[in-house]
Nanobody, 112 residues
Framework: QVQLVESGGGLVRPGGSLRLSCTGS????????AGWYRQVPGKERELVAA???????NYADSVKGRFTISRDNAKNTVYLQMNSLKAEDTAVYLC??????WGSGTQVTVSS
């Protein structure tokens, strides 16, 4: 059974940084697209960033220039480096690998 576990969330002040990690078991990262999503209560889950099997990336307009997604296939891990965080980045961040495999999420709170 595929398991994805996120880590690295927490409370940070505006302008601060966090690095999220998502590590998987029973799944080969190198042949799957991986992405980070976020969800706020009452709103739809939105794609934050994705990295394709060839290493190409795409980002939501709201995070371009501030967030960076990367992957380490040898470690079956995908990362999200988040800089210049804003209050509106507060959400539960979830990773997705392939089409149907989701982690349970990690809370990111940006507040002074």
């Amino acid at each position: 059974q595929v398991q994805l576990v996120e880590s690295g969330g927490g409370l940070v002040r505006p302008g601060g940084s966090l690095r999220l990690s998502c590590t998987g078991s029973q799944i080969i990262f190198s042949i799957n697209v991986a992405g980070w999503y976020r969800q706020v209560p009452g709103k739809e889950r939105e794609l934050v960033a994705a990295v394709n099997t060839d290493g190409s990336t795409n980002y939501a307009d709201s995070v371009k220039g501030r967030f960076t997604i990367s992957r380490d296939n040898a470690k079956n891990t995908v990362y999200l480096q988040m800089n210049s965080l804003k209050a509106e980045d507060t959400a539960v961040y979830l990773c997705r690998v392939g089409l149907t495999n989701w982690g349970s999420g990690t809370q990111v709170t940006v507040s002074s």
